[in-house]
């Protein structure tokens, strides 16, 4: 689990691993920098390229002219710094920085005005303008100098954040910041990364090691957290000897309309994918033979029009409810039963959702510790309107604790807000993933993870990781254009056991 610090926290690390490892602070920027240029160099190697080095005066731009000194050396012969002498602030590792370059034959031009700027013939722009320094919008000169650089549609390779931008807090569509086309940041994901309101200013980020002390970033006990493989791998369990199929619970899956069976079929198989000893769906009458023919496996309780399905609550380690359910009277009436009577930790998605946000007197129903997968435009539905994605994860965060329950918040990063007040973001899935019925299949994975005795936490978190983590398989890299979500269903055992070993 990697900790996701704000700009304060990301300064203290620094200050701490520098008087604790102990390092000059001059030698971790070096650090940094290399770090910077192996990235750099792995996916623009090509040393014939011109590359334009912008930098500001402090530690970002002190960071920006190690890079033009480490680029140099590594083989680019075309490199140039210019440097933006907007303010008479220079800082410490800034000033040996240029020290060292004025060393060197690399050109350096200083400016004071963005007027003074000609055309940019480079063919790559590194930004090392401002950091994670930033502490108010820009404007004046470096706010044009900003809308320049964009304006010039160059490759941009930012170091550490784009210029502008700010790591953590609500983002302001409008705001100038440096549009990149990659981010090299340093230590960890800034959180608004992994906010889709970074769309616009990054296409594509990379975080490198440069050694910050890992014991003393735990111990900030940050609300925000990364998800890891390492963490996957300790959650999940090998299926033991002398196991059976009561071993591993028995699921109920309520789902699916005669016009929407597939997301009950895509939810019960993925459930038994998954791992669960016995699933059972609950699905109208007339999906029972497609039932049977797509999974075998699966048993049903079938539902006849008006009339309820008599459940035996006892025989069901947990539940998945809503998938292609509708929202009609019927729906309600056995969403209500359910919740009236089971009070095991249930997973509710889809219309059962909406059917939730509609009926708000169900929510005291809801058993302690059930899971919610809502996407962002059912969240809004459940908890109100929101402007952008910081207000939405402080009220995950809020609405998990109040109502004791895990929130999951599907979107490329899936966020799960747990009622201890964290948030995790899941680092697996990418974009082929982007098709119907991909959440019908996370609902019966994490249903499958609660049947099988994970708690409530462990579900999610394993369950979205590995949701993701079999998507990655199918596709990456450069191997399908789109996964479909049965596919993603029956890779999950293949990428469950090689996580096992
Ligand atoms: N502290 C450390 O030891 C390390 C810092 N590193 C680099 O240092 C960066 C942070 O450096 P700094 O804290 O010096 O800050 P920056 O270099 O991001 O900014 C420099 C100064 O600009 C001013 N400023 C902020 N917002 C402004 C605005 N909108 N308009 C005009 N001026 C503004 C502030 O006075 C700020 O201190 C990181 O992003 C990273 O690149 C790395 O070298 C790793 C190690
Ligand atoms: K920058």
Request: include cysteine; hydrophobic fraction near 40%; proline fraction near 5%.
């Amino acid at each position: 689990m990697q900790p996701l610090l704000n700009a304060q926290q990301i300064h203290d690390a620094d200050t701490y691993t520098i008087a604790h490892e102990p390092i000059s602070s001059v030698d971790l920027m070096e650090r940094a920098a290399k770090a910077f240029e192996q990235a750099f160099t792995a996916r623009y190697g090509d040393t014939e390229k011109s590359i334009a080095i912008y930098c500001g005066t402090g530690n970002n731009g002190g960071d920006g002219l190690a890079i033009a000194r480490l680029l140099t050396d590594y083989g680019f012969e075309k490199v140039d710094v210019k440097i933006a002498r907007f303010a008479n602030k220079f800082s410490d590792d800034f000033k040996s920085n240029l020290q060292r370059l004025s060393q060197t034959r690399i050109p350096i031009t200083n400016f004071t005005s963005v007027a003074e700027l000609k055309t940019e013939p480079a063919d790559i722009i590194i930004d090392a303008l401002l950091g994670n320094g930033l502490n108010k919008p820009l404007a004046g000169e470096y706010a044009q100098l900003v809308q320049q650089i964009n304006n010039w549609h160059k490759t941009v390779v930012v170091v550490d954040v784009p210029t502008g931008f700010y790591s953590e807090g609500e983002i302001n569509p409008d705001a100038i910041v440096i549009k990149a086309d990659l981010a090299i940041t340093f230590q960890q994901p800034k959180i608004n990364f992994l906010l889709p309101d970074s769309k616009h200013a990054i296409k594509n980020w990379v975080a490198v090691d440069i050694g910050i002390d890992r014991n003393f970033t735990q111990q900030l006990n940050s609300p925000y957290q990364y998800l890891e493989e390492s963490d996957i791998k300790k959650i999940l369990r090998p299926r033991e000897r002398f196991s059976n199929k009561g071993t591993y619970g028995h699921a109920l899956i309520v789902a699916g309309q005669p016009e929407t069976m597939g997301a009950a079929l895509l939810c019960s198989s993925a459930c038994v994918q998954a791992g669960a000893g016995l699933v059972t769906a609950c699905i109208p009458q007339s999906g029972l033979v497609a039932l049977n023919s797509y999974m075998p496996e699966i048993m049903a309780i079938v539902r006849e029009g008006d009339l309820q399905p008599t459940i035996d609550w006892t025989k069901f380690s947990t539940m998945g409810i809503g998938p292609g359910l509708g929202k009609d009277d019927n729906a309600l009436a056995l969403l209500t039963d359910i919740l009236t009577n089971y009070t095991k930790p249930v997973v509710i998605d889809a219309d059962a959702l909406n059917l939730l946000a509609t009926h708000k007197q169900l929510w005291a129903c809801l058993p302690k510790g059930s899971v919610l997968t809502p996407h962002m435009k059912e969240f809004d539905r459940l908890f109100g309107e929101h402007k952008n994605w910081w207000q939405r994860l402080q009220t995950a965060m809020q609405k998990a604790k109040e109502l004791q329950i895990h929130i999951v918040l599907k979107n490329d990063y899936t966020i799960i807000a747990s009622p201890d007040e964290k948030l995790y973001f899941n680092s697996t899935s990418n974009a082929a993933m982007a098709s119907g019925g991909m959440g019908d299949v996370l609902t019966g994975i994490i249903t499958a993870l609660l049947a099988q005795k994970y708690s409530p936490l462990e579900a999610c978190l394993a369950g979205v990781y590995l949701h993701g983590k079999a998507g990655d398989d199918l596709a990456l890299p450069g191997k399908l254009w789109v996964v479909l979500p049965d596919k993603v269903a029956a890779q999950v055992p293949v990428s469950m056991a090689a996580l096992m070993v």
